[in-house]
Antibody, heavy 121, light 111 residues
């Protein structure tokens, strides 16, 4: 059974840093690109970042470019998101999601349960 | 403001058919990127409902169907059931933003 389990969220002051983790099980992580998707309270999901299966290519939304860093450890079946210079606009539930590429279109077939990040003084 | 536009809410009686629209532009849906749909029950993560415009993952009832035309897509729920009360999101890719994009979501209420 495919499972994704995020951790590392919490309350952080503006300007602070946080590292989120996502533990993958039930599949070989190295065979899949992965994404981080966040959802602010009462809003729709927002794609944040993606990383290729080997980890050699990374992608970011403009809203987090230069502040967030995605990485992975395929041996440990772990995905990470390092977040810095956090502001209130980064408050959201953060999900890791497995990517499926069909043709040149990507969808997300499995999502974790999410970890809540609250940026507040 | 989301790149993909959805109605905030739709409603219907049990057994009825409801349609949720997702309107994009020439840089996303109209650029021939597929549209995918997710269902989010209260307090849970989004769940893949439709991928590739009209394909259903294993386990998704055939009451759910999708279509795409031009710069828009639609999700149809036939034979509405109380357990279909949830938020529904469309997703595609935008080549101008070079980002995966989601709609703001549509809340489905079963009257």
């Amino acid at each position: 059974e495919v499972q994704l389990l995020e951790s590392g969220g919490g309350l952080i002051q503006p300007g602070g840093s946080l590292r989120l983790s996502c533990a993958a099980s039930g599949f070989s992580l190295r065979n899949y690109a992965m994404s981080w998707v966040r959802q602010a309270p009462g809003k729709g999901p927002e794609w944040v970042s993606a990383i290729s299966g080997s980890g050699d290519r990374t992608y970011y939304a403009d809203s987090v470019q230069g502040r967030f860093t995605v990485s992975r450890d395929n041996y440990m079946n772990m995905l990470y998101l390092r977040m810095s210079s956090l502001s209130a606009e980064d408050t959201a539930v953060y999900y890791c999601a497995r990517e499926i590429l069909v043709g040149y279109s990507t969808h997300f077939d499995y999502w974790g349960q999410g970890t809540l990040v609250i940026v507040s003084p | 403001q989301s790149v993909l536009t959805q109605p905030p809410s739709v409603s219907g009686a049990p057994g009825q058919r409801v349609t949720i629209s997702c309107t994009g532009s020439s840089s996303n849906i109209g650029a021939d990127y597929d549209v995918h749909w997710y269902q989010q029950l209260p307090g849970t993560a989004p769940k893949l409902l439709i991928y590739g415009n009209n394909d259903r993952p294993s386990g998704v009832p055939d009451r759910f169907s999708g279509s795409k035309s031009g710069t828009s897509a639609s999700l149809v729920i036939s034979g509405l059931r109380t357990e279909d009360e949830a938020d529904y999101y469309c997703q595609s890719y935008d080549r101008t933003l070079t980002a995966h994009v989601f709609g703001a979501g549509t809340e489905v209420a079963v009257l």
